[in-house]
């Protein structure tokens, strides 16, 4: 809001949206309209609003998301259904929406929120990392295709960042952490990384990885696959 953009606040929680309008510059300006990623019905509806309210929709930010702390034998397959569901389906349906007005006018920009892993997975994260895999997966496809098309994709890898993602992470049964992870905790200030994100847009990069040394994994699990394979065993992620 702050460098001019007029925004689309969407999440479940209508009262948190309300303040974050309230937070931004010109709060008049902005429109809140929320939307659950987990429901396909209030995507499409979302999406509608949207465009008849606002116009036209030059930067989609695919934001959402859910974390895990569980490991595979103790997870249930729901748990693993739903974070694919918020995860990865939730951001391709809001793109699948939005794309026809983007093509219709050669114009456009669609940034994912993946994460570091979305380059390699660790223990507790099975199902996070293959949503965020996926992610990768479909839009360096959807890049790839829309490359003539005036048509920019962003693909955001932050690590660790201080907010409550691990709090809301699902356990095997479904039910949330409600904890802070030291490791989250210890993270990157939420608005040095959200000022890193708005430069890799504005500077429309391909994929940009944010955090602090965890960001090493992405290089190890490509260039040394073994000795990453050994470290990420031994290696605190919770």
Not at 6 to 35: F, G, K, M, N, Y
Not at 148 to 172: D, H, Y
Not at 182 to 210: L, T
Request: hydrophobic share 40%; glycine share 8%.
């Amino acid at each position: 809001s702050r460098r001019g953009a007029r925004l689309i606040l969407s999440a479940r929680s209508a009262e948190r949206l309300e303040d974050c309008r309230q937070a931004c510059t010109d709060p008049e300006r902005h429109v809140v309209l929320p939307l659950d990623l987990a429901d396909t019905a209030s995507l499409e509806m979302a999406a509608q609003r949207a465009l008849q309210e606002c116009g036209p929709i030059d930067i989609l930010i695919n934001n959402g998301g859910i974390s895990q702390r569980s490991v595979v034998v103790e997870t249930r397959l729901e748990v693993d259904r739903r974070i694919m569901e918020v995860n990865f389906f939730g951001a391709v349906t809001l793109t699948k929406l939005l794309l026809p007005s983007m093509l219709s006018r050669k114009s456009g920009h669609i940034v994912v929120n993946s994460s570091v892993i979305g380059k390699f997975g660790t223990p507790f994260r099975s199902a996070y990392a293959a949503s965020k895999h996926a992610l990768h997966g479909f839009f360096e496809s959807l890049r790839a295709e829309l490359w003539g098309e005036g048509i920019r994709v962003t693909m955001i890898c932050p690590g660790f960042v201080r907010t409550n993602i691990s709090v809301n992470a699902l356990k095997g049964d479904g039910s949330t952490l409600g904890s802070m992870d030291a490791a989250q905790a210890a993270g990157m200030d939420p608005e040095i990384c959200a000022e890193k994100i708005v430069q890799a847009v504005e500077a429309e990069r391909n994929e940009v990885y944010i955090g602090g040394k965890e960001k090493l994994g992405v290089y190890l699990q490509r260039f040394v696959p073994d000795l990453f394979a050994l470290i990420i065993r031994k290696t605190k992620v919770r």
